[in-house]
């Protein structure tokens, strides 16, 4: 089935990229602070290292936010900028479970599946046998008794089972 949907085009940032870099100049920067921080002037129970590591965290962190930030308005940004287009579809309806099964069956075999599903049945509603033609109608089917001991009705026990 053809169809035609509109769609719109637009550029959009890659989130991860710019969290990254944003993390990435935090880092660089803590690292540039760290080369101006006096260890006279650290508070008692803090060590140059904590100092440090404290500064790579916090600004580390705050660069990931404000990459992200930067990206989310880039984001907002190209939405308005986005172009529309007409474009045609072939929108394909999704198949019966079994009508796929049966025909990755036959194309395993080696078969062509529509062939297989045009031969399996007759013009007049009869399906084509080894033997012979059986007849679809469901008065001419055997009566199938059921066999189970606890109560239930449904299925009876599988072939060669012991229950």
Do not use: C, H
Request: proline share 4%.
């Amino acid at each position: 089935m053809k169809d035609q949907i509109d769609v719109a085009v637009r550029r959009s940032p890659k989130y991860s990229v710019f969290m990254g870099i944003g993390a990435v100049l935090g880092v660089i920067v803590a690292g540039v602070l760290a080369m101006f921080v006096d260890p006279a002037d650290m508070p008692m129970g803090y060590t140059v290292a904590k100092g440090v590591g404290l500064l790579l965290l916090v600004l580390g962190v705050g660069g990931l936010f404000i990459g992200g930030l930067i990206a989310l308005i880039l984001d907002w940004a190209g939405r308005k900028r986005a172009k529309e287009f007409r474009v045609d579809a072939q929108i394909d309806m999704v198949d019966d479970p079994k009508e796929i099964a049966r025909r990755r069956i036959a194309e395993a075999r080696g078969e062509d599946p529509d062939a297989a599903a045009e031969a399996a049945e007759d013009a007049d509603g009869t399906v084509a046998v080894e033997g012979g033609a059986a007849s679809a109608n469901a008065d001419d089917a055997p009566e199938v008794e059921d066999t189970t001991d606890n109560g239930e009705t449904g299925r009876g026990a599988a072939p060669d089972s012991t229950v």
